[in-house]
């Protein structure tokens, strides 16, 4: 059979489809796992962050952090 220039023998129009498919499976797979373990990773950094925020508000409760009563009648 002889084919046109437009044409080609070695790679049929299935073939393409089918390799390219599966080479954007894996992208997706990549992609989506990815994600979840960026997820992950700022969920993780978000709950720390907010452990050490509440921890410092226990420490800024303290009544006897602050000005003395005598130093509060300082004038400027």
Not at 12 to 17: G, L
Not at 19 to 31: D, E, F, K, P, Y
Not at 32 to 60: I, P
């Amino acid at each position: 059979m002889m084919t046109s220039p437009t044409e080609s023998d070695a790679l049929t129009p299935t073939e393409v489809t089918s390799a390219t498919s599966s080479s954007w499976a894996r992208v997706g797979l990549v992609a989506a796992a990815s994600a979840l373990v960026g997820g992950l990773a700022a969920a993780w950094w978000y709950r720390k962050t907010l452990h050490t925020l509440r921890q410092t508000e226990e420490f800024d409760s303290n009544p006897e952090f602050g000005i003395s009563p005598e130093d509060a009648d300082f004038d400027l």
